[in-house]
């Protein structure tokens, strides 16, 4: 399996820490299953600077990939998702989203995505439906909209701007790279940050 993220200028740092931080040390993951491999992608291998000011280089242009069913697309925020270089892999998108691969789209990215008429026909959130209403041309999906702060239908993951630890949750859910009672413990960690969690996580890795 290969987890693929989409680098754009402005990138919301805070929006895939969760996701990147746990698939690059994989200190929680299941050791029994294959562990994915995070591919960074962008419209070139030349560096972009997230929203925080952090430089990153893409490992693979996009023109360059082939998505199989395995695969997975992850779709961070920012405030430039509206610019001309982002088409290309909002085409391809439009191209996997009808197959396996997993897209997982936050914050802006969702808003990419309805802007384009991808989420008229499938259950999603975003930053607000009224938001979507107003600045999405091509949106129709308001009857699928559901106010939550992660939503999935089939392969596709959208999550508020404000929910990065369910948007990683729901992600680790999906592709079963945690064991439930790990993942759990897990998420309730970071969610209540009650120390009996911590514990519940050391006990389920045992």
């Known amino acids: ?23 690059n040390s994989k200190r929680y993951f299941d050791k029994s299953i294959e562990t994915p491999v995070l591919i960074k992608i962008g419209n070139t291998i030349n560096s972009i600077k997230t929203m925080g000011g952090m430089e990153i280089y893409p490992d693979k242009c996009i023109d360059d990939i082939v998505f199989t ?8 925020g920012g405030d430039t998702w509206m610019n001309e270089e982002n088409k290309k892999i909002i ?6 989203i009808n197959g396996k691969t997993i897209v997982a789209a936050i914050c802006g990215a969702t808003i990419a995505l309805a802007n384009n008429g991808l ?3 499938r259950y999603h ?7 979507l209403e107003m600045v999405c041309s091509q949106y129709k999906g308001s009857n699928y909209y559901i106010d939550k702060p992660v939503v999935v ?3 596709l993951i959208t999550a508020t701007g404000l929910a990065p630890l369910e948007f990683a949750y729901e992600i680790f859910k999906k592709t079963n790279l945690m064991k439930e009672n790990v993942l759990e413990s ?12 911590f514990y519940n996580l050391m006990e389920a890795l045992k």
């Open 119 to 121: 989420l008229n026909n």
């Open 69 to 76: 069913d395995n695969d997975m697309l992850i779709l961070p």
């Open 153 to 155: 239908d089939n392969n």
């Open 186 to 197: 897990w998420f309730q960690l970071y969610k209540t940050r009650e120390p009996k969690y």
């Open 125 to 131: 959130t975003s930053n607000s439906k009224e938001y």
């Open 91 to 96: 085409k391809i998108v439009s191209e996997i």
């Open 1 to 23: 399996m290969n987890v693929y993220l989409y680098l754009l200028d402005t990138l919301a740092d805070w929006e895939i820490g969760f996701i990147t931080a746990e698939i």
